[in-house]
């Protein structure tokens, strides 16, 4: 079989933003009988992997098909025999992290995830993002197809239906029943979205606002769908405006967190006692004002990091800075809330 590529608007990550804002939507198809081909196209427009058929001795028949985005984008794959993709350990980092669910048009594939499986088919789909090594396990007949998302927008997105930023990554479970509960209507969903990414004279892809509206239809689906380790809180009922003295205690806090501040201070600054203090933050914030403080270092922490220089700057000096005291304990909470060590955050840059 011969080899036929077809493809436009695909977005160069070697040139910037503002030079690829007229063509923001990428269309793409492959078409090919050489596995090394479509391994190349998989790897340079979703992620890296590698592909691993069952024999080389049968025919080969990969079909890859993208439309979307970087932050939003729906693809169709098949391959015409037994094939394998690993995919290879990666750095969790919600800044160039997707999040991608995957379900079967046709026949069925399964994800091997450390001693786990999940069974993909039309049925029954996962979701998954960076982490440990994993495998994709596809059969003969398997036609598949697969929606990404950016995890930092739905991130954002989660914290803006919260009213605070959250306290640790945003895990979404892996298995998600497509025949019971919300699966029918998320599989309603998906045809929309590939409806309105594929066509070219889509408002999706000519008017911001309107996509946004799409993008959002899809956050929503997923947080108020899907299990994840937000799903109780956002299903909490909302409290009204936070009382004057917890924004006050907030505002504080946000300009005083290098400090070494203590209940009482940030109480007496509110104008209240301790344990009314107390009260508010968990009954408008969900949390104590000590937890909201050291999510505030945290984040602070995070950002002094992410900029420093390796070489001028140490991960003790940045944390005393940011008002923590004790590493052992800095160093824990900071994996808990970004899935990294702090070290690796500053080593980043280099």
Request: aromatic share 10%; net charge negative.
């Amino acid at each position: 079989m011969g080899r036929s590529i077809a493809s436009a608007n695909i977005p160069d990550p070697s040139q910037p933003v503002s030079a690829q804002a007229q063509k923001i939507f990428a269309d793409y198809h492959c078409e090919t009988s050489e596995v090394d081909e479509l391994e190349h196209s998989l790897s340079n427009f979703i992620s890296p992997q590698t592909l691993i058929p069952a024999t080389r001795a049968g025919p080969f028949h990969g079909i890859f098909q993208f439309h979307g985005t970087q932050e939003l984008g729906i693809f169709d794959v098949r391959f015409g025999q037994k094939l394998s993709i690993v995919l290879p350990p990666q750095e969790v980092d919600e800044r160039l992290n997707n999040i991608a669910f995957v379900m079967a048009h046709s026949g069925s594939a399964q994800l091997v995830y450390g001693r786990e499986t999940f069974a993909i088919t039309g049925a029954h789909g996962i979701f998954f993002s960076s982490g440990p090594k994993r495998a994709l396990e596809f059969s003969e007949d398997c036609d598949a197809r697969a929606l990404v998302v950016d995890r930092k927008r739905l991130t954002e997105y989660c914290a803006k239906l919260l009213g605070r930023d959250l306290d640790e990554r945003l895990d979404l479970e892996i298995g998600f029943p497509l025949d019971t509960g919300i699966g029918p209507g998320w599989l309603r969903t998906m045809q929309y979205i590939e409806a309105e990414l594929s066509n070219p004279d889509s408002l999706v892809r000519h008017i911001p606002a309107i996509r946004q509206q799409l993008e959002h239809l899809v956050f929503t689906s997923l947080l108020f769908g899907h299990r994840h380790n937000y799903s109780e809180a956002l299903l909490q009922p909302q409290s009204a405006v936070a009382p004057f003295y917890v924004k006050r205690a907030e505002a504080y806090m946000e300009a005083h967190f290098f400090e070494p501040l203590s209940l009482a201070d940030i109480s007496a600054h509110a104008g209240v006692s301790a344990r009314s203090l107390q009260a508010g933050f968990q009954n408008y914030r969900n949390m104590t004002p000590m937890a909201f403080l050291r999510s505030i270092r945290l984040q602070k922490a995070r950002l002094s990091l992410a900029a420093a220089d390796p070489t001028a700057s140490t991960v003790t000096e940045i944390a005393l800075a940011c008002g923590f005291s004790h590493m052992g304990e800095f160093s824990v909470a900071y994996r808990r809330a970004f899935n990294e060590t702090p070290r690796e955050t500053l080593l980043r840059r280099a």
